[in-house]
């Protein structure tokens, strides 16, 4: 799947790729991750990247991996775009790597009367999309978007719980414009797509632990949580 075809994370049918990772003509490493995050919401994974987690916290969301958190940009109480993650991480086996995050708007990444009538029909529940740079100091265009990469973390409410997919685009707009597929391809090698996915999988496994637990309590005055016996 191409950045251009990733309208089809706005429908419920699965898709030739959920978890795996293949290199596209460009050279650019696309990686899918499905998750399963029991007992979670779409309205919990928006609010935890709301909520704005500070580094002890972030080594909650994954303790193997996660090294340090900081924030920048627009840092809104109601909504996540316009946020920037300043963050170290391991990606599984490989060494610590700086990035930023840059979260961006649906309409970026999909047409906006078919991402209303997807939330609208309750094919998705959540939607954290964004750009992703490679070091705290990316390359960016003229108007400020990093450049790098994409990712988009899409999800529906299930029954059981949040069916998570997770789609990377790495080497996007990388070496510049123009570059040959063997040049990102150098940029991006493929071990990073193993380990991405690895790291991806764990950290939201691990998040789905305590999530609905932390949501209850950070909105128990609003929402007074009932005692399950």
Not at 144 to 151: D, E, H, P, Q, W
Not at 169 to 190: N, S
Request: hydrophobic fraction near 40%; proline fraction near 6%.
């Amino acid at each position: 799947m191409d950045l251009q075809d990733v309208a089809a994370l706005l429908r419920p049918e699965p898709l030739p790729l959920e978890t795996g990772y293949e290199r596209l003509s460009s050279g650019v490493l696309h990686v899918a991750v499905r998750t399963d995050m029991h007992d979670c919401t779409g309205e919990m994974f928006e609010w935890w990247f709301r909520w704005r987690c500070d580094t002890h916290k972030y080594i909650w969301w994954h303790p193997v991996d996660h090294v340090s958190s900081a924030w920048q940009g627009t840092l809104a109480d109601d909504t996540h775009v316009g946020s920037e993650h300043l963050v170290t991480e391991s990606f599984t086996g490989l060494s610590q790597q700086d990035l930023v995050v840059q979260f961006r708007e649906p309409d970026e990444f999909f047409d906006r009367g078919e991402y209303s009538s997807a939330r609208e029909d309750r094919w998705i529940s959540c939607a954290v999309l964004g750009r992703v740079g490679f070091g705290h100091e990316p390359a960016r265009s003229e108007t400020g978007a990093v450049l790098g990469g994409r990712l988009l973390h899409v999800g529906r409410d299930t029954p059981w719980g949040l069916a998570l997919r997770s789609h990377f685009f790495l080497g996007q707009d990388l070496p510049g414009a123009g570059a040959t597929p063997d040049e990102v391809q150098a940029e991006v090698p493929t071990e990073l797509g193993v380990a991405l996915l690895q790291h991806a999988y764990n950290e939201f496994t691990f998040l789905a632990r305590f999530l609905p637990s932390l949501f209850t309590a950070e909105h128990r005055d609003e929402r007074p949580p009932v005692v399950p016996w």
